[in-house]
């Protein structure tokens, strides 16, 4: 390497250690709302089809016990978790974000489920983020369609 | 995830794209600054340098198992990632583009010594003259500059993060140094 060759490596060298270092804050929190936001939408995406298999479930095991189906211990215990509502379709159920876009309630029941509370902040109720790996008893409301309409915390 | 700052950057790849905001923040703080560095020298743009970073980062909470460990390293990754954000935007801009508009005086006026004012001087000018003439390089010799003589990167990852072959980056460096070696000639003769 010739003289020239090296002050050129060493002019670059110089001009490496120039210029910003960082990039601006605004940066890394436009990023972190990004995140955020991604999360959210992930999360509703993980948890609607699992409330589409409870709600589905339910109505298959009303359907059952309706039918006339012998009645074992097992099923009569499950009988206090599915439960026809129709006097109790407006008692306090939170609506889902999702189900205005879904066919007026005629029949509605009542499915008593375990929830994470993750879930619970994706329909915008207000959860402490130490909590959102914790689970709740909630009853969730269910149209003649089998799909959730609203959600009632039961603790 | 612990606050440990050991975890490997394969590790926080896959904590972040499961929805772990912690690793994406310290993956997004330990590779923002090269990534950033990287937009502006190539750029001369500090606002091209900012949406480049920015864009950089949302592919990476996106598509972060895109990475594959065996086509190099997470840097060449993201510098690949940087460098077609980068050109994209050269080429949207290039009616608008002059690479005098950006002096850079605040970072100059830093080099100035109480002692021997006029060596410094003379060798502020140089480098203002060096700058200039890495930004009027040709994209694919400003590039490897950029990548293996600003940032340090050995000419197999620069190769991995250019997607050539790694005679490629030899020549092209070999090619792009003299040309700046050039105009340093050039510029100096004018001075003169």
Not at chain 1, 36 to 49: A, I, Q
Not at chain 2, 39 to 54: C, D, L, P
């Amino acid at each position: 390497m010739n003289h020239q060759d090296q002050e050129l490596l060493e002019d670059l060298r110089a001009l490496a250690s120039q210029g910003p270092g960082e990039a601006p804050a605004h940066i890394e929190e436009y990023l972190k709302a990004q995140f955020r936001r991604k999360n959210r939408r992930r999360k509703f995406l993980v948890w609607t089809p699992a409330f589409s298999a409870a709600a589905a479930a339910g109505i298959a095991l009303l359907l059952w016990v309706r039918s006339g189906a012998p009645r074992s211990a097992p099923a009569a215990a499950a009988m206090h978790a599915v439960a026809p509502v129709e006097e109790e379709a407006d008692a306090n159920f939170y609506p889902l974000p999702e189900a205005e876009a879904l066919p007026a309630l005629e029949n509605a029941m009542v499915v008593r489920v375990q929830l994470p509370v993750s879930s619970l902040q994706l329909m915008g109720f207000p959860v402490a983020e130490e909590r959102a790996d914790a689970s709740v008893q909630a009853d969730l409301l269910l149209g003649q369609d089998g799909l959730a309409r609203g959600v009632r915390l039961v603790q | 995830m612990s606050d440990s700052p050991s975890h490997s950057d394969g590790d926080l790849l896959r904590l972040l794209s499961a929805g772990n905001e912690k690793a994406f923040l310290e993956f997004y703080r330990r590779h923002q600054g090269a990534v950033y560095r990287f937009a502006f020298q190539m750029s001369g743009k500090s606002e091209i340098a900012e949406e480049v970073t920015q864009d950089v980062f949302v592919v990476v909470m996106n598509s972060a198992k895109r990475y594959d460990s065996e086509r190099g390293s997470v840097a060449a990754f993201l510098y690949g990632i940087a460098r077609n954000f980068v050109l994209r935007t050269l080429e949207r801009e290039r009616p608008y583009l002059t690479v005098l508009d950006d002096p850079a005086g605040d970072y100059m006026g830093r080099m100035v010594a109480d002692q021997d004012v006029f060596g410094e001087l003379a060798r502020h000018e140089r480098i203002e003259i060096l700058r200039k003439a890495v930004l009027a390089l040709p994209p694919a010799y400003r590039e490897v500059v950029v990548l293996c003589d600003l940032h340090e990167r050995d000419y197999a990852d620069a190769a991995d993060a250019l997607g050539c072959a790694v005679g490629t980056v030899r020549s092209r460096l070999h090619r792009a140094r003299a040309l700046l070696a050039e105009k340093l000639r050039a510029g100096e003769r004018c001075a003169v």
